[in-house]
């Protein structure tokens, strides 16, 4: 099944420890994508990747790292969490053929204490 | 800049009743519309998606939408709504193959038995 996949799907963490939320896709996409989903924001744009050690910031980058080592992966790292990371974050990727839009990943619901 | 305007931020309305999501849109250049879904602890399902050609796209689960250029919009209707199509829906642009999408604010149809 074409799929997006995250891990883990809830995760309680306290302010400073250094998490990565997992994301990898089967669907042999160019391009990968991290958003956070916030209440009465929407969905704002972290980090995108459009290959294979080609990332770039979107518009809410800071405290946040990425990486694209393999096509499938991309790995979202937390180096300090603070409270204000308190988020739903959401994976995506899709083809370079920009039409066909994203496919999701099911979300990340991430609280820092 | 593009942004995506959707006006209503939550509409509800009664089983079997039809329904009309609006969405509007400003870019100066073309762009691919889309409408997702959102349901209750899920990530984001490609509803349907306006490339080019006819103005009126038929989407999954009974949804449609009607691309207007001169008003910039693209409204989702369904005729008839069903309880589990409770969820939250999203508009959605994207200018070029590798640029990011953005998203409207949402909108949350609340289908009321």
């Known amino acids: 099944e074409a799929q997006v996949t995250q891990n883990p799907r809830y995760l309680i963490t306290v302010t400073g420890k250094k998490l990565t939320v997992t994301c990898s896709q089967n669907?042999?996409?160019?391009?990968m994508s991290w958003y956070r989903q916030d209440p009465g924001l929407g969905l704002r744009q972290i980090y995108y990747?459009?290959?294979?050690?080609?990332?770039d910031k979107g518009d809410v980058p800071e405290g946040y790292k990425v990486s694209r080592k393999e096509k499938r992966n991309f790995p979202l790292i937390l180096e300090s969490p603070s409270p204000n990371q308190t988020s739903l974050y959401f994976c995506?990727?899709?083809?370079?053929?920009?039409?066909?839009?994203?496919?999701f990943g099911s979300g990340t619901r991430l609280t820092v204490v | 800049a593009q942004s995506v305007t959707q006006l209503d931020s939550q509409v509800p309305v009664f089983e079997e009743a039809p329904v009309e999501l609006r969405c509007n849109y400003s870019?100066?250049?073309?762009?691919?519309l889309f409408w997702y879904v959102q349901y209750p602890n899920q990530g984001l399902q490609l509803l349907l998606k306006?490339?080019?050609?006819?103005?009126l796209v038929k989407g999954i689960n009974g949804f449609e939408a009607e691309f207007n250029k001169s008003q910039t919009s693209f409204h989702l209707r369904k005729p008839s709504v069903h309880i589990s199509d409770t969820a939250e829906y999203f508009c959605?642009?994207?200018?070029?193959?590798?640029?990011?999408?953005?998203f409207g604010p949402g909108t949350s149809l609340s289908v009321i038995p």
């Open positions: 995506a990727s899709s083809p370079s053929e920009g039409a066909r839009g994203y496919t």
């Open positions: 669907m042999n996409h160019e391009y």
């Open positions: 990747s459009m290959n294979v050690e080609v990332t």
């Open positions: 870019s100066s250049v073309s762009v691919y």
């Open positions: 306006y490339l080019s050609g006819s103005t």
């Open positions: 959605a642009v994207r200018r070029t193959s590798y640029d990011k999408v953005i």
